[in-house]
């Protein structure tokens, strides 16, 4: 390469020059040069160093993935809050249940007596002088006769010698008997309520799933035992009992504070 003259202004260029000396665009200007590894480096799909859940490609966005552990924590919060709001909820919904269920069978009940009324112009129950409770004969009569032919009900049957048995539509049941006639000369008819007819055994009232209603053949109506009997504190007293055989009184309870479940009432949970 000839060495560049001493001064191309003389010769009448007025362009910019080289590092080596000469014009820019000249045909002996020396050509660029590139360094090869610019030229064929490209970053890999990917490394090691990034991490299994980290993979890079090529002219595309990165995505980003959760790991075991981040997945554990949140499974671990997220069992933390069922166990601690699953149970309120499962007992809300108990308790609004079995008031829905308790108010529905006393309105019921109420409404098939005043219709019977209305049709026979009275009620009349033989429940004076009766020597012993073995009157399933009897009531079964009476229950039809009276009562469960205003009512829409699955089923209905005399059960054994001493009671009569009725399963509603919504699933819960009741059975009855009349006692025997006591001090006052007059026998007693009393009604178990059981929210699921699958768990109905005559007799029964915990409090929980079976609860006690008579009926009252001077007012002619059907009421929980010892209704407007007691105040509210009075009936939580003897309805809060260990005894199962001893809570007379829960669905007057209930019934009293406005067919609603007190929030202090332990059997239903």
């Known amino acids: 390469m000839p060495p560049p003259p001493k001064d191309w202004q003389t010769l009448g260029f007025r362009g910019k020059f080289n590092i080596n000396g000469y014009p820019e665009g000249k045909s002996n200007s020396p050509k660029r040069t590139y360094c090869p590894y610019v030229l064929s480096s490209k970053k890999s799909a990917f490394t090691l160093?990034?991490?299994?859940?980290?993979?890079?490609?090529?002219?595309?966005?990165?995505?980003?993935?959760?790991?075991?552990?981040?997945?554990?924590?949140?499974?671990?919060?997220?069992g933390v809050v069922a166990a601690l709001t699953i149970p309120t909820i499962v007992t809300k919904y108990r308790r609004q249940s079995a008031e829905n269920k308790l108010k529905k069978f006393y309105s019921v009940m109420n409404q098939a007596v005043q219709m019977s009324i209305a049709e026979h112009g009275d009620i009349t129950l033989n429940n004076q002088n009766i020597e012993s409770s073995n009157n399933s004969d009897y009531i079964t009569m009476w229950y039809k006769e009276y009562i469960t032919k205003y009512i829409k009900t699955l089923k209905?049957?005399?059960?054994?010698?001493?009671?009569?048995?009725?399963?509603?539509?919504?699933?819960?049941?009741?059975?009855?008997?009349?006692?025997?006639?006591?001090?006052?000369?007059?026998?007693?008819?009393?009604?178990?309520?059981?929210?699921?007819?699958?768990?109905?055994?005559?007799?029964?009232?915990?409090?929980?799933?079976?609860?006690?209603?008579?009926?009252?053949?001077?007012?002619?109506?059907?009421?929980?035992?010892?209704?407007?009997?007691?105040?509210?504190?009075?009936?939580?007293?003897?309805?809060?009992?260990?005894?199962?055989?001893?809570?007379?009184?829960?669905?007057?309870?209930?019934?009293?504070?406005?067919?609603?479940?007190?929030?202090?009432?332990?059997?239903?949970?």
């Open 49 to 78: 160093a990034e991490g299994a859940t980290r993979v890079a490609r090529p002219n595309s966005q990165r995505h980003t993935a959760f790991t075991l552990a981040e997945v554990l924590i949140t499974l671990g919060i997220i």
């Open 156 to 269: 209905s049957e005399k059960v054994g010698i001493d009671y009569y048995s009725a399963v509603f539509a919504d699933g819960s049941a009741f059975n009855s008997y009349m006692s025997a006639t006591g001090p006052t000369g007059e026998s007693n008819l009393y009604i178990f309520y059981c929210l699921n007819y699958n768990i109905c055994p005559p007799g029964h009232y915990d409090g929980k799933d079976h609860f006690l209603f008579i009926y009252n053949p001077t007012k002619k109506m059907v009421t929980p035992v010892y209704s407007g009997a007691d105040d509210i504190n009075t009936l939580k007293d003897r309805c809060y009992n260990s005894s199962e055989n001893s809570r007379f009184h829960c669905a007057a309870l209930i019934e009293a504070n406005g067919w609603k479940i007190p929030d202090d009432y332990p059997y239903i949970k």
